[in-house]
């Protein structure tokens, strides 16, 4: 098998890329790996095993058609991580998150059609639900975007359906709850946190830290985009949830545990526009269809994580350093 991993040296689709190469979702020897990645500040070489010779790096941009039309030969199916992710960072400009998302998506499902690619998953997220008060969302709940993040990729997921139903296209979408682990860009909140304390700076939380989010490892995250790919069902949403429900208070709190401080570190912030109070998936339908389990449980993964990050001070600084840089 051949696939073409997009986004493949950021953080998820790297961790899904070594474990197709390392054996770890495919038997050894039998996949190849095509990464297309436009190295953005969150994009990283030293994410993939560069030189292994099952994989072929590819520096681009998913809305450049000619270099998708000249790619995707000989590829059975592509598995879509590319996007700009940082809700932050869509609140005070859009214009990115539209253009590589959603303008982005539809150059790729455009060059698949074209090009005769067989397969196609979707990698969303939970929230283009916007925020639940009780329960969890299901598939079938309607799309209620509460962020220029969020929207962007509600309108890729509508994107790529439209070609399920519209051009026959052999493609399923999975929407995440939040991710963590290991090689996380340290703008977002687990590794921001972690890597502040190490460096004697305070956590920044929002309003009084009430919001709620459910986590998810990124390993169980792979394969369960892997199970997807394998074995889902043309036209069909897979959510993906961890079932590890945590305020961000209590998050922040377990994170000052594991990095042996304490709850004087802790700055309230202003509370982020429009904050989703909270998120939940119900994944029955991933479960009860493919199998679907997370194996890693939260406290022994963010445990792993915290040290991570302690034991790989080049890797975070390199990346803080790339994001200031972008950012000026």
Request: glycine share 10%; net charge negative; aromatic share 8%.
């Amino acid at each position: 098998m051949r696939i073409l991993v997009t986004g493949g040296a950021g953080f998820i689709g790297s961790h899904y890329v070594r474990s197709l190469l390392n054996g770890g979702l495919e038997p050894q020897g039998t996949v190849e790996v095509t990464v297309l990645d436009n190295l953005t500040y969150a994009g990283n070489l030293g994410n993939i095993p560069i030189g292994h010779d099952r994989l072929n790096f590819v520096q681009g941009d998913i809305g450049d058609f000619p270099l998708l039309l000249d790619l995707l030969p000989g590829h059975d199916a592509i598995v879509h991580f590319a996007a700009e992710s940082h809700v932050d960072r869509s609140l005070v400009g859009g214009q990115d998150f539209v253009r590589t998302n959603v303008l982005g998506t539809q150059c790729l499902l455009d060059a698949a059609l074209r090009r005769g690619v067989e397969r196609f998953v979707h990698v969303s997220t939970d929230e283009v639900y916007g925020t639940i008060e009780h329960g969890s969302w299901t598939e079938e709940w309607p799309l209620l975007p509460n962020s220029p993040y969020a929207a962007s990729k509600a309108a890729s997921d509508l994107v790529a359906r439209s070609h399920w139903r519209t051009h026959g296209v052999n493609l399923s979408i999975t929407r995440c709850s939040n991710n963590y682990g290991p090689y996380q860009h340290p703008e977002k909140l687990i590794p921001r946190f972690a890597t502040n304390l190490l460096e004697g700076v305070r956590v920044p939380v929002y309003g009084n830290g009430g919001n709620v989010r459910e986590w998810l490892h990124v390993d169980d995250h792979c394969r369960a985009v892997h199970l997807v790919l394998r074995d889902g069902r043309a036209g069909r949403i897979y959510n993906i949830g961890g079932g590890a429900e945590l305020t961000n208070l209590e998050l922040t709190h377990r994170i000052l545990e594991l990095s042996g401080t304490d709850r004087s570190m802790i700055e309230y912030v202003t509370d982020r526009k429009g904050h989703d109070q909270r998120y939940s998936l119900d994944s029955t339908r991933i479960r009860e269809e493919l199998g679907f389990e997370p194996l890693v449980t939260f406290d022994t993964g963010l445990a792993e994580t915290v040290a991570w990050y302690r034991d790989n001070p080049g890797w975070w600084k390199s990346a803080k350093s790339a994001a200031e840089a972008a950012a000026v």
